[in-house]
């Protein structure tokens, strides 16, 4: 009875956010955009392999087995597809994503860009193949294509605090939430981004040198959803969370990851109002800042908000360096 009690308090408690609350009424119900890239038809037209049948390995052992000029023209002739390829080299992709962008993302190369829906955009800031420390930043609602500035401007930020030592991929590579509806209550979307997600580590660990380490991800609000169901095969050495609701896990143990997994919240945060809770598909579980989830914890008394955790000078910000830079135990 008493158990029963409890669902019945859990489910109200769940209810009563999504119909009370202003925020939630305001989101619009999206599409998941996933597959194969824009114009994978005409690449098959042309006798080539078919981009859903290869993982990142093969796609960087196929085109490891061109020659450059032939490299170059399957970019000139086939630019959606090539420049989102995980596993295709680097500079083929920045190359190929000029080409179909049209200088659309001044300040940052982009490593992946899809047209569909709202649009979904990978930019990056320093030279990932090369760089000794690579960190990946993951968003939560509102980020996409046309609207990329925040999650832009967090990059810049860590890039900056590292002294540009650190090469940082800003990753806007999955349909997020519009607003805080029941898409982002739910984990279908985070279903479909946490696929696209794991699958572009795999392939930056295809591009990157043997034995070179693997990312630290930083997963911000939703996108820390993503990255919790994203976890038992993200090839990342680090798992930091911040603002996050939940990440569809009990504990650490839950994740089933060997990544060391971290955890921030501001004072000021408004997802703290958010129930930690899960009914019915509705809501995302544990908060990762509880001591018993078992994250280690990162100061973040100085900042201020939901989206200020990167902000200069915040004992966030600095946390968040030194975990990129591989400077904390």
């Known amino acids: 009875m008493r158990r029963f009690t409890r669902t019945l308090i859990t489910a109200a408690v769940v209810t009563g956010v999504i119909a009370g609350t202003a925020g939630w009424a305001s989101g619009n119900s999206q599409e998941a955009v996933t597959g194969a890239p824009a114009g994978t038809g005409a690449w098959r037209a042309a006798g080539l392999p078919d981009p859903e049948r290869m993982g990142p390995a093969e796609v960087a052992r196929f085109f490891a087995g061109l020659g450059p000029v032939r490299r170059r023209e399957l970019a000139r002739t086939h630019p959606t597809v090539v420049g989102n390829l ?10 190929a994503n000029a080409l179909s962008t049209r200088g659309e993302f001044g300040g940052a190369r982009v490593l992946a860009h899809d047209p569909r829906g709202r649009g979904q955009v990978v930019l990056v800031y320093g030279d990932p193949a090369r760089a000794e420390h690579v960190a990946v930043i993951v968003p939560g609602s509102d980020v996409d294509a046309g609207h990329v500035r925040p999650l832009a401007d967090m990059a810049a930020s860590l890039r900056r605090a590292t002294g ?6 800003a990753w806007a590579g999955y349909t997020t939430p519009v607003g805080v509806g029941l898409d982002a209550a739910t984990g279908r979307l985070a279903e479909a981004g946490a696929g696209r997600l794991a699958r572009f580590t795999d392939g930056l660990a295809a591009v990157r040198p043997v034995g070179a380490a693997e990312p630290s991800v930083f997963c911000h609000s ?3 959803v993503v990255c919790g169901l ?20 009990e504990n650490v143990s839950g994740l089933g990851t060997s990544a060391r997994v971290w955890a921030a919240k501001d004072p000021t945060d408004w997802i703290d109002r958010v129930p930690n809770v899960e009914f019915a598909g509705l ?11 078992g994250a280690r914890p990162i100061p973040a008394g100085d900042a201020a908000g939901h989206g200020g955790y990167f902000a200069p000078g915040t004992a966030s910000l600095r946390a968040f360096a030194a975990i990129a830079e591989g400077d904390v135990r």
């Open 86 to 95: 995980d596993g295709a080299p680097l500079e083929l992709r920045y190359e």
């Open 164 to 169: 540009g030592r650190t090469a940082v991929v």
């Open 222 to 224: 939703y996108g820390s």
């Open 230 to 249: 994203a976890a038992h095969e993200l090839k990342a050495k680090d798992l930091v969370v911040f603002g996050s609701p939940g990440m569809r896990a």
């Open 283 to 293: 809501g995302h579980g544990a908060d990762p800042t509880d001591p018993s989830f």
